[in-house]
C-alpha cells in the first residue's frame, strides 16, 4: 500500500512540476531592467509627446531621459535595446473585433476575395471546402469571409451546392460581415431547422422559388445557429487561438478584443486566460444572455495575469454590405427579389433595446450597442437616453460600435449623451466603391466613418475593423483615416478625414480609455505598464506608405513577445 500511495505522489508531484513549467514558459517574469535607446519614443502623452530613451523595470515604465543618464540607474546586466533610428510607442489596442476569429484559417477555409483573399467565385469556394475536408475528416466544414458581391456570380452558394461538397457533413460558409451564413442540408439537420420554420423577429430563412430553404440565414436566425457550430473542440479552439495571437502580435497588437462573448465562448476562453496561455491582454465583452447568467451566478468571467471584463454587448441592426443595416431611406440599389423601398430592419424593437440598455446600465455596466445604420443608431441613442434617465447616477459611457452612417446630429447627441463612437473606418477602403455604386449612392457613401465632425465635437472616437470581417491591421486603420481612400484607388468623403495624430490616438491612448484601463496601458508614462511596439520609422510622416512599416518588435508587460518569446 505505501508502495501505491509513493508511485501516486511522484505520478502528482510530476504533473504539478509540469504545470508549473508550462505556466512558467506562457508567462516569463518581465526582465529587471530595460533600457530603450537610439529612437524616437512617441508617448502618446500630449503633455511629454516624445522622449530619447525610456527605462522599465519589472514591466514598469520608470523614467525618460537621455540615454546615459538613465544607464548610470540599473546594473551593467540590464538589458538594453537599441531602436536603431525606429520609433517606440505604445502596443496597438483592438477598440472592437471578434479575436480570436483571424485564426479561423488554421481550421476553415478563407473564402475571402481582393483585396483581402483571392476567391473570384462559388466553383473555388467549393473546390476548397472538398480540400478543406480531405485534410479535416471529421467535424463541420467552414468558410469565413465570402462575399456575395465581389464574386463572378453575385449570388450566395445555395444549399444544394453545399450539398455537392458533402451531404452527412454540416456545412457552414459565413457571410463576411459575420452576419449570414449559408448550411448545407446537414447543418440544417443538425441544427433542427424543418423546411416549416418561421422568419423570427429581426432575421430570416432564405427559400428557393418554391419555397424551401435555400441555406440562407441571416442576423437572428443564423446568430444562434453561428455561434453553436463555432463552439469548436479544444485543440481546433487552441489551434484558432495561437494562429491569431501570433498574427495580431506580429502587427504590434498587444490588447485584444472578443467583442460578442456567449456564455460558450467564455467557458472555452476560461482556461487559457486563467493560466495564462494567451501572450497578450484579452478584453471580453458578453452578450446579454451570458451577462444575465453572470448576474445570476451561473457563468464565471475568466480570471487571468492578461484578462479584462468590457461593456455589455448589445445589438440593434445587421451590415450595409449584407443589406440587413438599418437605415432611414433606402439603399441605393437592391436584388431583384428586394422592393424598391427597403431599409434594411432592425434586430429588436425600440422597446426592447431601451429594456436591455436600462437594465445593464442601471447594473452598474457599461453597455455597447452594434449600430450601422442610421435608423439603429436612432434607436440606440433612444435607448442609452432612457437609460440615462432612469439611473442618471451611473456614469459608465456608452459606446456606439461601428455608427457607420451617423449624422451631424446624431453625433452632436451623442456628444450631449457621453456616448462614445467606434467606427469601422476601413470600410471606406473595403467596401468604399461599393458602397458608393451598390449599397448607399455616392451622397451617403461620403459620409461613411465622419471622423472630422466627431473630432470638431470633441468626441474621443475610435477605430476598429470588427476582425474577423477584414483584418485587424493597425497602420491601416490610421492611414485610412487620414487617406480616405478605397481599394479602387478612390477617395471618397475627403472632408471626414484627421490628422495621422489623431488617428494614432484612436488605437492607442483613446481606445485604452473605452476600454477602461487608461491607467495601465495605452500611453508610455511612469507607472504605466509597458505594452510597447517598436515600428522602423515613425508613422507619423511615414503613413502614405503604411505597408512598408515593419513591427521589429513587441513587448506585453516589458516581456518580449515579438519576434520570438512565448506567443504559442
Not at 461599393?434 to 473630432?455: K, M, N, T, V
Amino acid at each position: 500500500m505505501k508502495i501505491w500511495l509513493g508511485i501516486v505522489a511522484a505520478v502528482v508531484l510530476a504533473v504539478v512540476v509540469v504545470l508549473a513549467g508550462l505556466h512558467r514558459w506562457f508567462n516569463p517574469p518581465s526582465p529587471a531592467a530595460q533600457l530603450f535607446y537610439n529612437g524616437t519614443i512617441l508617448t502618446m502623452d500630449a503633455q511629454h509627446p516624445e522622449a530619447s530613451a525610456m527605462l522599465v523595470k519589472r514591466g514598469e515604465i520608470i523614467a525618460f531621459g537621455d540615454a546615459d543618464t538613465l544607464r548610470d540607474e540599473v546594473s551593467r546586466d540590464a538589458i538594453q535595446v537599441d531602436l536603431q533610428g525606429g520609433t517606440l510607442m505604445p502596443g496597438f489596442i483592438e477598440a472592437h473585433g471578434h479575436f480570436p476569429g483571424e485564426g479561423l484559417a488554421a481550421i476553415a477555409v478563407d473564402a475571402n476575395s481582393p483585396p483581402i483573399g483571392d476567391l473570384y467565385s462559388i466553383d473555388t469556394l467549393l473546390e476548397r471546402l472538398k480540400l478543406l475536408a480531405q485534410r479535416r475528416p471529421e467535424g463541420t466544414l467552414m468558410a469565413y469571409g465570402f462575399d456575395d458581391t465581389t464574386i463572378g456570380e453575385q449570388r450566395f452558394p445555395t444549399r444544394q451546392e453545399l450539398d455537392s461538397v458533402s451531404e452527412k457533413r454540416p456545412i457552414m460558409v459565413m457571410h463576411i460581415s459575420g452576419h449570414l451564413g449559408v448550411l448545407n442540408s446537414a447543418a440544417l439537420a443538425a441544427m433542427d431547422i424543418p423546411e416549416t420554420v418561421q422568419d423570427p423577429p429581426g432575421g430570416f430563412y432564405g427559400r428557393d422559388p418554391q419555397g424551401r430553404l435555400n441555406g440562407l440565414l441571416a442576423e437572428t436566425a443564423f446568430s444562434d445557429v453561428r455561434a453553436r457550430l463555432l463552439n469548436l473542440p479544444a485543440m481546433d479552439g487552441w489551434r484558432v487561438m495561437r494562429r491569431a495571437a501570433q498574427r495580431y502580435l506580429s502587427r504590434g497588437i498587444t490588447f485584444a478584443q472578443n467583442g460578442l462573448a456567449d456564455a460558450n465562448n467564455i467557458k472555452a476562453l476560461a482556461p487559457v486566460l486563467q493560466y495564462g496561455l494567451l501572450p497578450l491582454r484579452l478584453s471580453i465583452w458578453p452578450d446579454a444572455g451570458a451577462q444575465q447568467q453572470i448576474s445570476e451566478g451561473r457563468l464565471s468571467l475568466p480570471d487571468g495575469p492578461r484578462s479584462y471584463i468590457g461593456p455589455v454587448k448589445l445589438v440593434s441592426d445587421g451590415s450595409l454590405q449584407g443589406y440587413t443595416g438599418f437605415l432611414s431611406e433606402p439603399y441605393y440599389t437592391v436584388p431583384g427579389d428586394y422592393p424598391e423601398d427597403y431599409v434594411g430592419f432592425p434586430t429588436q424593437s425600440g422597446p426592447e433595446l431601451n429594456e436591455q440598455v436600462t437594465r445593464f446600465h442601471c447594473q452598474n455596466r457599461q453597455v455597447a450597442i452594434h449600430a450601422n445604420g442610421d435608423a439603429a443608431i436612432s434607436l440606440s441613442l433612444d435607448a442609452v437616453a432612457a437609460a440615462r434617465e432612469r439611473c442618471p447616477e451611473v456614469r459608465h459611457q456608452p459606446v456606439l460600435i461601428h455608427a457607420q452612417m451617423a449624422t451631424p446630429g446624431q453625433l452632436q447627441r451623442m456628444a450631449e449623451l457621453d456616448v462614445i463612437p467606434s467606427f469601422f473606418n476601413t470600410h471606406v477602403y473595403y467596401w468604399g466603391d461599393r458602397h458608393r455604386d451598390i449599397f448607399l449612392g455616392p451622397q451617403r457613401a461620403e459620409r461613411i466613418s465622419p471622423l472630422a465632425e466627431a473630432e470638431q465635437l470633441g468626441l474621443a472616437f475610435t477605430l476598429h475593423a470588427d476582425s474577423p470581417v477584414v483584418p485587424f491591421e493597425p497602420l491601416q486603420l490610421v492611414w485610412n483615416a487620414v487617406h480616405r481612400e478605397t481599394a479602387g484607388g478612390q477617395l471618397l468623403g475627403a472632408e471626414q478625414a484627421v490628422s495621422v495624430e489623431r488617428a494614432l490616438r484612436a488605437v492607442t491612448v483613446d481606445a485604452a480609455r473605452q476600454l477602461g484601463v487608461a491607467e495601465e496601458v495605452g500611453q508610455l508614462r511612469p507607472g504605466m505598464r509597458a505594452d510597447l511596439v517598436w515600428l522602423d520609422r515613425d508613422p507619423r510622416v511615414s503613413i502614405a506608405d503604411w505597408k512598408a512599416i515593419q513591427v521589429h518588435g513587441v513587448w506585453v508587460d516589458g516581456v518580449r513577445r515579438f519576434p520570438g518569446g512565448q506567443s504559442e
